[in-house]
């Protein structure tokens, strides 16, 4: 079955660490996103890819980097100087088109230790 | 610019009830509008989306929304309420790609027994 794959599903943090969010998907699309969500919050979008080797900047980038090497990834670092990480992160992937809609990951929580 | 206020962050209905979960946005340009709905713990999956078709929209798990330009709401209607309905819902208004839509902060939707 085609779709996207977030691992792992839960993530602890140390303080000063860097950690990465992997997201997979089989689906041939050409755009893959990250987002944040916080309790009672909608998504905020942190880094979009639109084509292999080519990514930017959301909303919120400030403090995670991420990486578009192949097609079928776009891993999600979260590094030290993200100082208030906890919290659901969502990978999505889609289409070019007028009317691409998104389709998610089962996301992964990450907390501080 | 672009927005979205979904009114009300809890609803609860009652098993068998209507459910209305209501949702403005704003928009520079006609909008592509959806609704995503998100189980515990898991990414968001596609309700139904507005494209400039038909004005009333029928989605999954019998859901349907009407768009109302001079109101400039989407609200999210289901005649019956089922247990299994209960989850948060996010509308979204896409932006100028996919991954870039504004989503909504949530309702969360209670159904009682």
């Known amino acids: 079955d085609g779709g996207i794959t977030q691992s792992p599903k839960y993530l602890f943090r140390k303080e000063g660490q860097n950690v990465t969010l992997s997201c997979e998907q089989n689906?041939?699309?050409?755009?893959m996103y990250w987002y944040r969500q916080d309790p009672g919050q909608g998504l905020r979008l942190i880094y979009y890819s639109q084509i292999v080797n080519d990514f930017q900047k959301g909303d919120i980038a400030e403090g995670y980097s991420v990486s578009r090497e192949k097609k079928e990834s776009f891993p999600l670092t979260v590094t030290s100087a993200q100082k208030n990480p906890t919290a659901f992160y969502l990978c999505a992937s889609s289409n070019p088109g007028q009317e691409e809609k998104l389709f998610f990951g089962s996301g992964t929580q990450l907390s501080v230790l | 610019a672009q927005s979205v206020t979904q009114l009300g962050s809890h609803v609860s209905v009652s098993e068998g009830a209507l459910v209305l979960l209501r949702c403005n946005y704003s928009s520079s340009v006609p909008p592509y509008l959806f609704w995503y709905v998100q189980y515990p713990n898991q990414g968001l999956q596609l309700l139904l989306k507005y494209t400039s078709a038909a004005t009333l929209v029928k989605g999954i798990n019998g859901f349907e929304a009407e768009f109302k330009k001079s109101e400039t709401s989407f609200h999210l209607t289901k005649p019956s309420a089922h247990m299994s309905d209960a989850a948060e819902y996010f509308c979204?208004?896409?932006?100028?790609?996919?991954?870039?839509?504004?989503f909504g902060d949530g309702t969360t939707l209670t159904v009682k027994p």
């Open positions: 689906l041939n699309h050409d755009a």
């Open positions: 979204a208004v896409r932006g100028p790609n996919a991954g870039k839509s504004t």
